[in-house]
């Protein structure tokens, strides 16, 4: 079954740092660019970051660049986010998701893991 | 970046009733994009991509149209299970953007 799982959300004070993980299984994880996508609570989704198949290549939404790094292992099947310098506006669910079957569309995500920054 | 805009961002309909989202590009993105429905404390799922085509499995009663800047997502006979909130995303270019969402809500 293909599949990913997140973890590694908690609650962090401003300014802390926070490592996401997602592993992937049932499918050839190297093939596949990687995203995070989080939702703050009550709100819309938000696309953070994406990065390629061999992690050459990386995205970031304007609002996140030099404070999250994303990456991945792909020996382990797992992506990361890095989250450095964490504001109370980061305060959501953060989800992995992938264009498994579907060009660039994500048709398989984790079930997300909440990220509260607060004091 | 691309600015995706939906309207309306709340709709109160009956099971049924025919119902129609609208997303509107900022600047033009072809045919990519694709529409997602979330229920509430679920991650997203995948209905409509490249704006017309159905995901495996998606009832045909979800369609989509449009290219370039305009795009719709119709639901012919909303049942209950179709009351959700439903976004828009654009693929064309970084960032993903999303729409703001549609909350559909039982009349």
């Known amino acids: 079954e293909v599949q990913l799982l997140d973890s590694g959300g908690g609650l962090v004070q401003p300014g802390g740092s926070l490592r996401l993980s997602c592993a992937a299984s049932?499918?050839?994880?190297?093939?596949?660019?990687m995203n995070w996508v989080r939702q703050a609570p009550g709100r819309g989704l938000e696309w953070v970051s994406a990065i390629g198949g061999s992690g050459a290549t990386t995205y970031y939404i304007d609002s996140v660049k030099g404070r999250f790094t994303i990456s991945r292992d792909n020996s382990k099947n797992t992506l990361y986010l890095q989250m450095n310098s964490l504001r109370a506006d980061d305060t959501a669910v953060y989800y992995c998701?992938?264009?498994?079957?579907?060009?660039?569309?994500?048709?398989?995500w984790g079930q997300g893991t909440m990220v509260t920054v607060s004091s | 970046d691309i600015h995706l805009t939906q309207s309306p961002s709340f709709l109160s309909a009956s099971v049924g009733d025919r119902v129609t989202i609208t997303c509107r590009a900022s600047q033009g993105i072809s045919d990519y994009l694709a529409w997602y429905q979330q229920k509430p404390g679920k991650a997203p799922k995948v209905l409509i991509f490249d704006a017309s085509t159905l995901q495996s499995g998606v009832p045909s009663r979800f369609s989509g149209s449009g290219s370039g800047t305009e795009f719709t997502l119709t639901i012919r006979s909303l049942q209950p299970e179709d009351f959700a909130t439903y976004y828009c995303q654009q693929v064309n270019s970084y960032p993903r953007t999303f729409g703001q969402g549609t909350k559909v809500e039982i009349k």
């Open positions: 998701a992938t264009s498994y079957s579907i060009s660039y569309v994500f048709d398989i």
């Open positions: 049932g499918f050839t994880f190297s093939n596949h660019a």
